[in-house]
């Protein structure tokens, strides 16, 4: 399937790239465009759009497109739910709701910095991700050393 949100990649379209692929759709297609052309290349495309105004993914409230995400594809995972409030604190500029906020924050800036190609960022933070996914399943199995 085709996935479509707006280019210049940060937390939240990071984070949702990294749970689709990983959780929901393992061959998804995933495409970058500006904010104002969203909506229509994915009527064009047939894409579902995701964390961008008018998408039916996107921010609800408190919620972020991840947590939104979470929610509307039922996904109980412990580890990942607790991921999820680091990327909600991380993207809704709540750092102070997470420990790691300010961390996941920073590392998405710099990726930003140092690979501004869409494609290129995620498939750089996506090992983060990983890694991050794997503490946090430690963290609420209470395993962490």
Request: aromatic share 10%; net charge negative.
């Given at each position: 399937?085709?996935?479509?949100?707006?280019?210049?990649?940060?937390?939240?379209?990071?984070?949702?790239?990294?749970?689709?692929?990983?959780?929901?759709?393992?061959?998804?297609?995933?495409?970058?465009?500006?904010?104002?052309?969203?909506?229509?290349?994915?009527?064009?495309?047939?894409?579902?759009?995701f964390d961008t105004p008018?998408?039916?993914?996107?921010?609800?409230?408190?919620?972020?497109?991840?947590?939104?995400?979470?929610?509307?594809?039922g996904l109980v995972d412990k580890g990942l739910?607790?991921?999820?409030?680091?990327?909600?604190?991380?993207?809704?500029?709540?750092?102070?709701?997470?420990?790691?906020?300010?961390?996941?924050?920073?590392?998405?800036?710099?990726?930003?910095?140092?690979?501004?190609?869409?494609?290129?960022?995620?498939?750089?933070?996506?090992?983060?991700?990983?890694?991050?996914?794997?503490?946090?399943?430690?963290?609420?199995?209470?395993?962490?050393?």
């Amino acid at each position: 399937m085709k996935w479509i949100t707006r280019s210049h990649v940060h937390v939240d379209r990071v984070a949702c790239p990294w749970l689709i692929s990983r959780f929901l759709d393992s061959s998804a297609e995933f495409l970058f465009v500006p904010k104002s052309k969203v909506l229509a290349v994915a009527e064009e495309e047939g894409a579902i759009a995701f964390d961008t105004p008018g998408a039916d993914l996107h921010h609800r409230g408190d919620l972020c497109t991840f947590d939104v995400l979470i929610e509307e594809y039922g996904l109980v995972d412990k580890g990942l739910l607790r991921l999820a409030k680091i990327v909600n604190a991380a993207d809704t500029d709540n750092l102070q709701n997470d420990p790691m906020a300010a961390g996941l924050e920073a590392i998405a800036v710099g990726f930003s910095l140092r690979f501004p190609d869409d494609f290129v960022n995620l498939e750089h933070q996506f090992e983060v991700y990983d890694a991050l996914y794997a503490y946090c399943r430690l963290d609420v199995a209470g395993n962490r050393s």
